[in-house]
């Protein structure tokens, strides 16, 4: 391994020029400003540096990210070698270019054989902005152009440009100029948290049917479709209940409303499978696709159609006014390329679902089980959330669950990992390429802030 960059200039002057022109998302920035933000300058495998030569397990793959670790010399190969072929053309003027077509050859040869074409985009918040309009054009090609509003999931996370947010279900957002017209919400499907008595099979059915419940309120007839992450990632890493996917989708069958898959975090081997659909047992209509798309090495997004969808707007369609600058961009493209096929030839996504993956929940729940602070392990894959509980026969929640998991999560970044908290729950998704020694490494630190915070809360 080599050594850590030497960073050119002092922490301080490089905190004091980030606060003098940044806005950081997700924070109070005088608060950040006071503080001063760790300034990260390497990173090689799993591991990042801070400019003060901090090592840290990045137990979180940036943001759900780099499948494939820092420091990748094929995927900065690729980049270089496109640069140096086509640096950028764009796909408008009735042009295209070999890295993008070879690009969507390899992810139409690896997603399930209904769909057929993507729109590119530079980001998941971008591709659920395109997708609003793409399911709006196509009802209007069907004739029917009153199907337009969207129904999404309370706390479910779509982005956070204006229409994203709108579709996703966190209030604080919409409270700040995040909601637009003809977008509605039915629950979540968290039973540790809201299913009280019921079991989780009777709860996952419940909250499904609140989506016809919706459906037949609004009227089939102006419901253009439902959107929803198969398991919600910035709310919590949730995952429902077996029963809560089957019954969404005949519901959307039943009602001839598009069944639109988030698939940002979950899609390129998160779960173990190529898609996280695929995990769950459902059959989408649409997929938003980003952040592993190209392990996080360059931008780049798209929303994927079936062929149904497509064909409606490529043989009946016409003209459809969309486009974006960068939509395929010859760099995004090679890089995705590449990433891939590393994916796929060196078994990665196998390996995350038969070895890694059951190897990761294994040490959960030999580690946590039996935790007083923990009282439920969800995920799969190198996907894992673990639930700060107060009382474990009610599962009540503590009032200040924010506030223990936000230490949790700065203990976690003393310890030497960066893990993430959500309301009252840690949330872990490590690189696809993490060993088992990694995995080790990540579980025990995480143990380490875990206990700190227990102490905190009076259960240790």
Same mark, same amino acid.
């Given at each position: /391994? ?7 200039? &002092? ?48 137990? /979180? ?17 690729? +980049?270089?070698?496109? /640069?140096?072929?086509? +640096?950028?053309?764009?796909?408008? #003027? ?5 890295? $993008? ?6 992810? #139409? ?28 054009? !196509? ?6 152009? &009153? ?20 579709? *996703?279900? /966190? ?32 709860? *996952?059915?419940?909250? +499904? ?44 069958? &039943? ?12 899609? #390129? ?7 996280? =659909? ?23 997004? *798209? ?55 059951? !190897? ?10 039996? =935790? ?15 639930? %700060? $509980? ?20 700065? %203990? ?49």
């Amino acid at each position: /391994m080599n050594l850590p960059f030497e960073p050119q200039r &002092q922490t301080q002057d490089y905190q004091a020029s980030d606060a003098a022109h940044h806005i950081h998302a997700f924070v109070d920035q005088k608060a950040l400003n006071a503080e001063g933000p760790r300034v990260m300058v390497r990173g090689e495998g799993l591991y990042l540096w801070d400019s003060e030569g901090k090592r840290y397990l990045d137990g /979180m793959s940036g943001l759900w990210c780099t499948q494939l670790g820092y420091g990748r010399k094929d995927l900065t190969a690729a +980049a270089a070698a496109q /640069m140096d072929q086509l +640096a950028y053309y764009n796909m408008f #003027f009735h042009t295209t270019h070999p890295a $993008v077509i070879e690009l969507s050859e390899l992810l #139409f040869s690896l997603l399930p054989g209904h769909y057929s074409h993507v729109i590119y985009t530079n980001s998941g918040s971008e591709a659920n902005e395109v997708l609003i309009r793409t399911v709006r054009r !196509y009802w209007q090609v069907l004739g029917k152009p &009153q199907k337009k509003i969207m129904i999404g999931r309370w706390n479910g996370y779509h982005g956070s440009t204006l229409a994203a947010s709108a579709l *996703g279900g /966190m209030k604080f957002m919409h409270e700040m100029g995040g909601l637009i017209p003809d977008v509605a919400h039915i629950d979540e499907p968290y039973w540790y948290a809201q299913g009280g008595d019921l079991t989780p099979a009777e709860f *996952g059915r419940r909250c +499904a049917l609140q989506l016809e419940e919706k459906i037949l309120e609004l009227g089939a007839q102006n419901v253009a479709g439902f959107i929803a992450e198969p398991f919600q990632g910035a709310g919590g890493m949730i995952f429902p209940p077996e029963s809560y996917w089957p019954e969404i989708q005949r519901i959307c069958r &039943q009602y001839d409303v598009l069944l639109c898959a988030d698939e940002v975090i979950g899609g #390129f081997g998160r779960t173990g499978e190529w898609f996280a =659909h695929q995990y769950f047992g459902f059959e989408p209509d649409t997929l938003s696709i980003a952040k592993g798309l190209t392990s996080g090495y360059l931008p780049m997004g *798209g929303l994927v159609l079936s062929k149904r969808m497509a064909e409606a707007l490529v043989e009946r369609g016409g003209v459809f006014a969309h486009g974006l600058t960068y939509s395929g961009h010859p760099v995004a493209a090679a890089v995705a390329l590449a990433n891939l096929k590393a994916l796929r030839d060196e078994g990665i996504v196998r390996q995350v679902k038969d070895d890694t993956g059951p !190897y990761l929940h294994k040490l959960l729940h030999e580690v946590f089980g039996n =935790h007083p602070l923990i009282g439920e392990i969800q995920g799969t894959g190198l996907l894992a959330a673990l639930q %700060f $509980v107060e009382d474990k026969g009610t599962r009540k929640r503590f009032a200040n669950e924010n506030d223990l998991a936000w230490q949790c999560r700065t %203990f976690g970044f003393e310890e030497g990992v960066i893990i993430r908290s959500t309301l009252g729950r840690m949330i872990m998704a490590p690189a696809l390429v993490a060993s088992r020694a990694e995995l080790d490494e990540l579980v025990d630190k995480t143990r380490i802030a875990v206990d700190r915070t227990a102490r905190i809360a009076g259960k240790l």
